[in-house]
């Protein structure tokens, strides 16, 4: 039996910065050991976030051009290229202690595109990976089956993943593009990929659960996947001003 115990909380759809200000505070509580393991899942308001290995080349726009759109530009630790977030995807940003049993970078990564491939085959769509380009893919030909990197005639991608990880603590995590509408993609050159597209499961179904309706999927399916219990799924009301605050002290 596992000794691992994960917190999920729905956090509705935030502005990115303060998500990542809350990530970074869970993280410095985590490596202290005031709170548990966590994982935040949410959306995103609109915003195109710079990795580390981000070049500017792949905002398509300038920044001043992206704000007066709505989309706010930030730079993030975490590792990647350029990406976007915002309303119909579903961001998980698992917050856990990787010590003792589970100290690699690869293995904690697949596990992101593991989760990320189950949620979508619950919904009966089929992925994989291509080994050149982290995240999750599909086959335009072959949605409901991922015939395999060599074999798949027109890849998508379906997910993306990012993280950074300090003295085992991980955060950022993944995004799965679920009703997400894919012409703000065509503001960036996603993840710096230019000869592939994006897509989402609405354009892949017709139709696709909501992010909040994917979001207690998408826990149990990284608990299971890390061999961890489950321990409460919470709701944090969208009008609390110190959300936060409150995902910090019932930890």
């Known amino acids: 039996m596992s000794t691992r115990k994960i917190r999920a909380w729905w956090l509705g759809r935030r502005k990115y910065e303060a998500v990542h200000e809350l990530q970074t505070r869970l993280m410095e509580a985590r490596q202290q050991g005031r709170v548990g393991d966590t994982l935040l899942l949410l959306e995103h308001e609109p915003v195109i976030t710079l990795g580390r290995g981000a070049k500017r080349e792949h905002l398509l726009l300038a920044e001043e051009q992206l704000r007066a759109r709505g989309i706010d530009v930030c730079e993030t630790a975490r590792g990647g290229d350029v990406t976007y977030h915002g309303p119909g995807q579903l961001v998980g940003y698992p917050i856990v202690d990787l010590?003792?049993?589970?100290?690699?970078?690869?293995?904690?990564?697949?596990?992101?595109?593991?989760?990320?491939?189950?949620?979508?085959?619950?919904?009966?769509?089929?992925?994989?990976?291509?080994?050149?380009?982290?995240?999750?893919?599909?086959?335009?030909?072959?949605?409901?089956?991922?015939?395999?990197?060599?074999?798949?005639?027109?890849?998508?991608?379906?997910g993306a993943v990012g993280v950074r990880i300090s003295r085992w603590v991980t955060m950022h995590g993944f995004a799965l593009n679920a009703t997400t509408a894919m012409d703000a993609f065509c503001l960036i050159v996603p993840c710096g990929i230019r000869e592939h597209g994006v897509t989402s499961l609405a354009q892949l179904r017709g139709s696709a659960l909501s992010p909040r309706q994917l979001a207690p999927i998408a826990a149990e399916h990284l608990c299971g996947i890390m061999d961890a219990e489950l321990v409460g799924f919470e709701l944090v009301d969208q009008m609390q001003d110190d959300w936060p605050g409150i995902v910090l002290e019932q930890q």
């Open 99 to 158: 010590s003792p049993d589970r100290c690699d970078v690869r293995r904690y990564v697949g596990d992101l595109l593991r989760t990320m491939t189950a949620v979508a085959a619950s919904q009966g769509i089929g992925c994989g990976t291509i080994a050149q380009h982290p995240g999750v893919w599909v086959d335009l030909q072959s949605p409901t089956e991922w015939p395999g990197e060599d074999k798949a005639g027109n890849p998508a991608k379906l």
